[in-house]
């Protein structure tokens, strides 16, 4: 996952998920952060929201479109290279980005 936030609160970011197939799905997100939260929407209706615990850690939870729920704590990585859309480059794309 890769994400930009902008000094107004908006959020921009793409997430990569893996499914048990090895397909990897792509999804440009947008949304905002406020305080220590966040929230950001796909169009296809996958909603990710989270929270930064103490440290780099960041507890995000993942809802998709349909219905599938599932939550995971990951690990914030600042200053890392991300393309122009906020995506993960290839060769950092099994990281957590900010």
Do not use: W
Not at 61 to 74: E, H, P, S
């Amino acid at each position: 996952m890769g994400m930009c936030f902008a000094a107004d609160g908006k959020l921009r970011g793409v997430v990569l998920l893996r499914s048990s197939n090895g397909q990897v799905d792509v999804y440009h997100v947008y949304g905002s952060v406020q305080n220590n939260t966040f929230s950001a929407t796909h169009g296809s209706g996958h909603k990710i929201t989270g929270r930064f615990l103490s440290g780099d850690d960041v507890e995000v939870k993942i809802r998709l479109g349909n219905g599938m729920r599932f939550t995971t704590v990951a690990r914030r990585s600042r200053d890392v290279p991300l393309t122009d859309d906020c995506a993960p480059l290839p060769e950092t794309s099994t990281h957590q980005q900010n």
